[in-house]
């Protein structure tokens, strides 16, 4: 699953901390999410989406596996 | 904010109790080690219980003493400890550990089986003290080293 989450924080000139302590993860989380590493949680993944009030799936790129 | 405040108080609550049962185990294996003479088993086995739950009390009240005067240290000690990539990566670890160590002692459990039916020999206590031994250190082992392997690599 890919996602914009970086462009949307340097977008809004936010830091991996201060984006972390806005939806309570630990900044390692959002590296992780940023690189694509890690996939979030539904609930995670609604707090990012209402923080840049954007949806979720405007964030987060789904890409079914190539067979 | 109080949610954090309920965690941080929770967690120096459960360290205290864990301070108390450990130096109240500490007095009665030290005062056992006096009074009781003939002993069927060391009695030191119960003091270094207590030492154990004194460890971890004390650790737990270190460990959050600090969060309780600074809101924002006690904030970033309960967002850390209740990550969800921090949680499924202990839950991941602990699922592993939790295989290695069924499967020494199932080995074990096995050995037992054969030796009394005489289609093996009986470990000597040494062997049974180092097996047992491994059967608590490997799998913490295990437990480490997934934590950091998926640490680095999630």
Redesign the interface.
């Known amino acids: 699953m890919k996602n914009i989450l970086e462009e949307l924080r340097n977008k809004r000139g936010l830091t991996q901390q201060e984006l972390a302590d806005q939806v309570e993860v630990s900044r390692q989380t959002i590296i992780s999410l940023e690189n694509g590493r890690y996939n979030p949680s539904i609930l995670l993944a609604f707090r990012l989406a209402h923080l840049f009030q954007m949806k979720i799936e405007d964030i987060f790129v789904f890409i079914p596996e190539e067979k | 904010m109080s949610n954090t405040k309920n965690w941080i108080e929770k967690r120096m609550k459960l360290g205290w109790i864990m301070l108390i049962i450990g130096v109240t185990i500490c007095i009665v294996g030290i005062t056992s080690e006096i009074k009781i003479t003939n002993r069927p088993f060391d009695l030191r086995i119960i003091t270094g219980l207590g030492i154990l739950f004194m460890g971890i009390g004390i650790g737990q009240i270190v460990r959050y003493r600090a969060a309780t005067k600074d809101g924002v240290i006690a904030?970033r000690i309960v967002?850390?400890e209740?990550?969800?990539?921090?949680v499924l990566i202990r839950a991941k670890a602990g699922n592993r550990a939790y295989w290695v160590s069924m499967g020494l002692i199932y080995i074990l459990l096995m050995w037992i089986s054969f030796a009394s039916n005489g289609r093996l020999v009986y470990p000597d206590e040494n062997i049974l003290w180092y097996f047992l031994a491994l059967a608590i250190v490997l799998p913490f082992g295990v437990y480490l080293f997934s934590i950091i392997h998926d640490?680095r690599?999630?």
């Open positions: 904030k967002i850390e209740q990550d969800e990539r921090s640490e690599s999630s």
